[in-house]
């Protein structure tokens, strides 16, 4: 039986607190829900000090409505193994004279501790994230056909799982590691070659913590694949939940399942498709260890954080209206374009904007010209945050301005991490940016050097299949 959790799961066993544990146990079901992972349901008698039934006194405390004691952390256990339940807090409860309570954990561990503490700091955690294998572009199965000097066929299968990538920064150690588990005999199986990002800390940190140490590199990916990305696992290492022996010995640390309720609800996410993921405009490869330290270095400064996090979101499916994306990518252009002037000095948003534009060389002369697109951009936003204004954009043009919006955000990647600006240029030519430029040239939508939107009516001819006879063009009508 593995010692695990997920849907459908009922586990039955008991609880320890550490504290006083030859009193007699507290029995719980272990159960999980699909977004809110992991929960601990606890019976009890409500009863007298004293009464018959002295093992739920311990419950009683800790679900008692006026002065709670639910210990920080508790270890649960049953036949198929211990759990470790930390950052608890009540769920739930209710009264009676069979009274039920229940918790739930910031983090899940499924792992017996060497001893009881109320929360703990481990040295290292692992976690795979989708986009990571195709921006690694680890390869740690190599399979060559070739042909033996007898003439007969030959398949060579090179199992490697050594390709690393290490940098420390922040008190951490950072490492995006190649994985391979697999199984065989007279048929080889792939079990899982995802790699993994590590954070490792000497004197151990917090799950949470880690995780936080982790999260400027799941926002350099959403940027760089343009695309929802989920967390897909945790796992831990450290000496304080060693592989344990049936005769109570242990061969040291290994790697832990961890579940995160900050994450648990995005395991089961549709995961990315082949064709979402296939075009990867920046490698792990064209950055390095340097480039990587500098991403994480700078997403250190809370300025740039801030920028960072509502486009992230935004590209990760934070809202289906394009009326909240606008304004959520105006306000990280808005926060970049003040990261970049390092100043400390305000200006407008539109000069923000135009920051953002000038020092990453975007330039889109079939819409507009610079000043134009940061104007237009600021000026949207605005007309959707103030109701006074009594203007809105139409449908094309919010369309059209809000995937261009998330484009220049994305764009900001190239100049700050150094790299190739050939790069830059192959990106702004990818299926993602020049769909962004259609919806304007697709209906004659050009931006005017004020902000304002026009509308270029084209003539019969160029709707048809035929060329058209004549390059001439009605004149640009104003877009209200």
Not at 3 to 19: K, Q
Not at 102 to 122: M, T
Not at 437 to 466: H, K, W, Y
Request: with cysteine; hydrophobic share 35%.
């Amino acid at each position: 039986m593995v010692n695990t959790l997920g849907p459908g799961d009922v586990r039955v066993g008991h609880l320890f607190d550490g504290v006083d544990d030859n009193v007699p146990d507290q029995v719980a079901t272990l159960t999980f829900d699909d977004t809110r992972g992991a929960e601990l349901t606890v019976p009890y008698f409500w009863e007298d000090e004293g009464g018959p039934n002295p093992q739920y006194r311990k419950a009683r405390e800790w679900f008692d409505l006026q002065n709670e004691t639910l210990p920080k952390s508790l270890v649960y256990a049953d036949d198929k193994g211990h759990v470790t339940l930390t950052g608890l807090h009540v769920s739930g409860s209710s009264i009676g004279s069979m009274p039920v309570g229940r918790a739930r954990a910031q983090a899940v561990i499924f792992g017996r501790p060497r001893s009881h503490q109320d929360e703990y700091l481990v040295e290292e955690l692992m976690s795979t994230i989708d986009g990571l294998e195709e921006f690694a572009g680890f390869r740690p199965i190599d399979i060559d056909h070739g042909q033996a000097e007898d003439g007969h066929r030959r398949t060579t299968v090179v199992l490697d799982a050594s390709e690393v990538v290490e940098w420390e920064t922040g008190g951490y150690k950072y490492k995006i590691k190649s994985n391979l588990l697999w199984h065989g005999g007279r048929s080889f199986t792939v079990d899982d070659s995802r790699p993994y990002i590590s954070t490792s800390r000497e004197g151990g940190a917090t799950v949470g913590d880690h995780l936080e140490a982790q999260w400027p590199l799941r926002a350099l990916l959403v940027l760089v694949h343009g695309t929802k990305l989920a967390w897909r696992s945790h796992k831990l290492r450290d000496n304080e939940f060693p592989l344990w022996m049936m005769n109570g010995s242990d061969r040291g640390p290994h790697a832990v399942e961890v579940q995160l309720a900050g994450t648990i609800e995005q395991h089961r996410s549709p995961k990315p498709t082949e064709h979402s993921l296939g075009l990867v405009p920046l490698r792990l490869s064209d950055l390095g260890a340097e480039g990587m330290k500098r991403w994480v270095v700078l997403y250190a400064d809370p300025n740039f954080e801030r920028a960072i996090q509502p486009a992230v979101e935004v590209i990760n499916g934070a809202s289906r209206f394009l009326e909240p994306q606008l304004m959520m990518l105006a306000i990280s252009l808005d926060y970049l374009g003040y990261f970049r002037s390092g100043d400390g000095q305000r200006r407008s948003m539109a000069e923000h904007i135009k920051k953002c534009l000038d020092d990453a060389s975007l330039d889109w002369p079939q819409l507009g010209s610079r000043d134009g697109i940061a104007k237009a951009i600021a000026a949207v936003n605005n007309d959707l945050k103030h109701p006074d204004r009594q203007t809105s954009p139409d449908s094309d043009v919010l369309a059209g301005i809000t995937r261009l919006a998330e484009i220049i955000v994305r764009a900001q990647i190239f100049d700050l991490l150094g790299v190739d600006d050939a790069l830059r240029q192959q990106f702004l030519g990818y299926n993602d940016a020049r769909h962004a430029v259609e919806i304007f040239t697709t209906n004659g939508i050009a931006i005017a050097d004020d902000g304002s939107f026009t509308r270029v009516a084209r003539q019969p001819e160029t709707l048809s299949n035929e060329p058209a006879v004549t390059g001439e063009v009605a004149p640009e009508e104003p877009l209200s």
